[in-house]
């Protein structure tokens, strides 16, 4: 264990790539090094910290909101038992993409963190297509976590048309001082030297209208062999989620899933379920649906995010009529 600790933030937007990238520097984690990930999802069913797991580092999930509105005990239990547990060589820390900055900086650089954590260079990644939207770029916590980075990922350029890509090159030279600092990549690859780079004096703004009052409880999840399918919502920041874990052993109609991730209205469709073609991935945004095979899992998890209000009733609905060996 080094001592303070290196720790690289990683930002981005929802959809952005955040756990692609995170995926990326671990397969190219020196050898003989522990790295550990503290991830925080807006989403109840905790996604992107179990796709994490095995992936060489020692990983702990801040579910159920935005870390900068649990920077306090809930974050820092969180850390500190990674901390115990891990006693890792470098810390990466993937907040939410509906998350502001400033309080969980504030909180990494307190009196209590000073000796034991270094925080170097932190990470924006940014989908180039995004930029077109007036709404991304008029959202307060892009606007901050565009103003926090010391490197802005232009990440899923081959996803880009060339005015796309060409647009990144020039918003992002405005935003940042060299070609370096302002990087188009794909699947989240930038070089694992980066993360060493030091941390610039670019301090977040103050979240003027950063709102997240927990209207909706933070979910106490049973274990799945009392209770073999469970859901859970959550809002804050004008977005709305809803999430399930499901025991195993109920397969969901793939071409069902299917036909639901593509429904235009999620701003976020992403999980993992054993379907009729074997345990899938499934990963949606904009109207664009990503599926893949992936090994077997210990259950199976699905988590929605939209920008308009979610009936958890009715949703519930439509992915039990998902199930093709019901019970």
């Known amino acids: 264990?080094?001592?303070?600790?290196?720790?690289?933030?990683?930002?981005?937007?929802?959809?952005?790539?955040?756990?692609?990238?995170?995926?990326?520097?671990?397969?190219?984690?020196?050898?003989?090094?522990?790295?550990?990930?503290?991830?925080?999802?807006?989403?109840?069913?905790?996604?992107?910290g179990h796709l994490l797991e095995g992936q060489g580092a020692v990983v702990r999930e801040v579910p159920g909101g935005c870390m900068c509105c649990v920077a306090g005990l809930p974050m820092q239990m969180g850390l500190n038992m990674l901390i115990k547990q891990a006693q890792p060589d470098r810390l990466l820390i993937e907040p939410t993409g509906l998350g502001h900055p400033k309080q969980i900086l504030e909180t990494l650089q307190s009196e209590f963190y000073r000796d034991v954590l270094e925080i170097r260079a932190c990470f924006t990644l940014i989908d180039p297509k995004r930029l077109q939207e007036p709404k991304v770029l008029a959202n307060e916590n892009f606007q901050a976590q565009v103003a926090v980075a010391d490197v802005l990922i232009g990440n899923k350029s081959d996803c880009c048309e060339e005015s796309e890509r060409s647009f990144f090159r020039i918003w992002g030279l405005d935003h940042q001082e060299s070609d370096e600092s302002a990087y188009l990549t794909s699947m989240g690859d930038f070089p694992v030297e980066w993360l060493d780079r030091p941390r610039g004096l670019n301090p977040p703004p103050g979240a003027k209208g950063h709102k997240h009052k927990g209207d909706a409880p933070v979910k106490q999840w049973q274990s799945l062999q009392d209770c073999g399918w469970q859901q859970a919502s959550n809002q804050g920041e004008g977005?709305?989620?809803?999430?399930?874990?499901?025991?195993?052993?109920?397969?969901?109609?793939?071409?069902?899933?299917?036909?639901?991730?593509?429904?235009?209205?999620?701003?976020?469709?992403?999980?993992?379920?054993?379907?009729?073609?074997?345990?899938?991935?499934?990963?949606?945004?904009?109207?664009?649906?990503?599926?893949?095979?992936?090994?077997?899992?210990?259950?199976?998890?699905?988590e929605i995010i939209s920008d308009q209000r979610l009936d958890p009733v009715a949703l519930d609905g439509l992915l039990r009529d998902c199930v093709s060996n019901p019970r």
Not at 33 to 39: G, H, N
Not at 271 to 283: A, D, E, I, Q, R
């Open 1 to 48: 264990m080094k001592h303070p600790i290196p720790t690289n933030l990683i930002f981005g937007f929802l959809g952005s790539g955040k756990t692609t990238a995170i995926q990326s520097l671990l397969a190219k984690k020196p050898a003989g090094e522990t790295w550990a990930v503290l991830v925080n999802e807006f989403g109840e069913a905790g996604i992107d």
């Open 239 to 302: 977005f709305y989620s809803c999430g399930w874990r499901i025991e195993p052993a109920i397969t969901m109609d793939y071409t069902s899933l299917d036909t639901l991730a593509n429904d235009g209205q999620w701003q976020r469709l992403k999980g993992f379920l054993n379907t009729s073609k074997g345990w899938m991935s499934f990963n949606a945004l904009n109207g664009i649906v990503t599926t893949q095979p992936i090994p077997e899992q210990e259950e199976s998890r699905l």
